[in-house]
């Protein structure tokens, strides 16, 4: 019998597929069901930044660009940080699978210790949504990731539960940055957040925010980072964006990710897409006489130099009958 349980930052998931944090995993039935589904962990919706600033009375009309996004999903749940930590302590009580707590950062002054009544409020571990973009043509690209570094440190220095950073995809030196994040103490790596989209209605002018469910092609830029930076930065990594079959977590779990974290597909097919997922791994294991998942892990990456290389191939240079030939 294939074993699909893994150690993720010291956490032990009965399954690598993590229902991923989205409006449904602030349900309680929702997370009921992905546990009877199989899954690993779950991470909770986010509590953003600008909810705790509200607490604190400093209310902006100018939300950060992916809160105005997960809040518009569903306008009408708010939290505020003592909703939060009752949220928290609800999910801690319903399920028995690791509960993994997120915040919305900007910077570090809301965190430091929050993050630590989320602790005490019974989460496993805390994912940092961490959403500092430099906007700003005199805000470099160091002084940025400093902050991501700094949030890191403040929060690290309050909790003792396991740490994930979910970083976006628009640093200019991927590998170097998880490498950083690494060293302030991160435990695990979530790859990419997922940034709200906007168009611009050539009617009215109006810009309106696009919201869209991933595709399952959108999986493939987060792969290639997957792959370069697991064969490179000793960090667990969880992979999200267009898990919809198990096709997608073999991908990303032969390519070095730890676990991955679903959550259009959860909207699009309902729960059972992670017993769908976990089946469908434990049957490739079989078929490949795979014990246990860990054996598996970056098999198409770490060990595949030349393979990852080839990820880092930007360009076509010729294509013929659907493969790239160098
Ligand atoms: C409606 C919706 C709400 C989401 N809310 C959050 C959130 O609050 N915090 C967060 O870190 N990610 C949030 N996400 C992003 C997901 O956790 C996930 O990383 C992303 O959607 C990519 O995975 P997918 O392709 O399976 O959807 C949300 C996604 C959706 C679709």
């Known amino acids: 019998m294939a074993d699909?349980?893994?150690?993720?930052?010291?956490?032990?998931?009965?399954?690598?597929?993590?229902?991923?944090?989205?409006?449904?995993?602030?349900?309680?039935?929702?997370?009921?069901?992905?546990?009877?589904?199989?899954?690993?962990?779950?991470?909770?919706?986010?509590?953003?930044?600008?909810e705790l600033r509200q607490d604190a009375g400093e209310?902006?009309?100018?939300?950060?660009?992916?809160?105005?996004?997960?809040?518009?999903?569903?306008a009408a749940m708010v939290?505020?940080?003592?909703?939060?930590?009752?949220?928290?302590?609800?999910a801690a009580d319903k399920i028995s699978i690791p509960v993994i707590a997120s915040i919305n950062c900007e910077g570090t002054k809301w965190w430091t210790d929050f993050a630590a009544n989320i602790e005490e409020a019974g989460a496993d571990a805390i994912e940092l949504n961490v959403a500092f973009v430099p906007f700003d043509k005199d805000i470099n690209g160091t002084s940025a990731e400093q902050k991501y570094i700094d949030v890191v440190k403040s929060v690290k220095n309050k909790v003792d539960i396991p740490v994930a950073v979910k970083i976006g995809s628009n640093f200019s030196a991927i590998p170097n940055m998880v490498q950083k994040l690494q060293d302030a103490g991160a435990d695990s790596i979530t790859m990419f957040n997922k940034y709200f989209q906007l168009k611009i209605n050539t009617k009215t002018l109006e810009?309106?925010?696009?919201?869209?469910?991933?595709?399952?092609?959108?999986?493939?830029?987060?792969?290639?980072?997957?792959?370069?930076?697991?064969?490179?930065?000793?960090?667990?990594?969880?992979?999200?964006?267009?898990?919809?079959?198990?096709?997608?977590?073999?991908?990303?779990?032969?390519?070095?990710?730890?676990?991955?974290?679903?959550?259009?597909?959860?909207?699009?097919?309902?729960?059972?897409?992670?017993?769908?997922?976990?089946?469908?791994?434990?049957?490739?294991?079989?078929h490949r006489n795979i014990e246990n998942v860990s054996e598996m892990i970056g098999l198409a990456a770490k060990k595949k130099v030349k393979q990852v290389q080839t990820f880092e191939r930007l360009q076509y240079i010729k294509i013929a009958d659907g493969a790239i030939f160098q």
């Open 4 to 50: 699909i349980s893994i150690d993720y930052m010291g956490l032990k998931l009965g399954s690598p597929v993590i229902a991923g944090s989205s409006t449904l995993t602030k349900d309680m039935d929702s997370l009921k069901k992905a546990e009877d589904a199989g899954a690993g962990a779950v991470v909770l919706k986010s509590l953003f930044e600008e």
């Open 59 to 74: 209310i902006e009309d100018d939300y950060h660009p992916e809160a105005y996004d997960y809040m518009n999903a569903d």
């Open 79 to 90: 939290y505020g940080s003592a909703e939060y930590l009752e949220y928290v302590k609800k």
């Open 207 to 286: 810009l309106e925010p696009i919201h869209t469910f991933s595709e399952p092609s959108d999986a493939y830029s987060v792969l290639r980072w997957v792959a370069i930076t697991s064969r490179q930065c000793n960090i667990d990594i969880s992979a999200t964006t267009g898990v919809y079959n198990e096709d997608m977590l073999l991908q990303y779990l032969l390519a070095g990710a730890k676990t991955v974290q679903v959550a259009s597909a959860l909207y699009k097919d309902g729960m059972s897409v992670i017993s769908d997922l976990n089946s469908g791994l434990a049957s490739w294991m079989k």
